[in-house]
């Protein structure tokens, strides 16, 4: 999947090797110590976006980002990528 970034209007490219292509996984936020300090509003679940090239994980919180498959998306929209052609 894609990753569309609302807040910057550009599609997420990884920040260690600058692939595009990433795997959702839900990321749950909650610990004791956050209800405790009654910080619930971070016990929420967070949006887990993993580098499907590397498995670099980047960490969303909120709902500041877009899902999209590669059928969606067209490619000259897409980051460019300098490793692409090469996995
Ligand atoms: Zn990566």
């Known amino acids: 999947m894609h990753v569309y970034v609302m807040p910057l209007k550009r599609f ?3 920040h260690v090797c600058e692939g595009n292509l990433f795997l959702q996984r839900e990321i749950k936020m909650n610990t004791t ?30 709902n500041g980002l877009q899902w999209l498959s590669p059928e969606q998306v067209k490619p000259e929209d897409l980051p460019a990528d300098p490793l692409a052609g090469q996995q």
């Open 12 to 14: 997420l490219a990884c």
């Open 33 to 62: 110590g956050m209800s405790f300090l009654d910080l619930d509003w971070a016990n929420k679940s967070a949006d887990g976006a993993i580098c499907r090239r590397c498995g670099y994980v980047h960490t969303f919180m909120g």
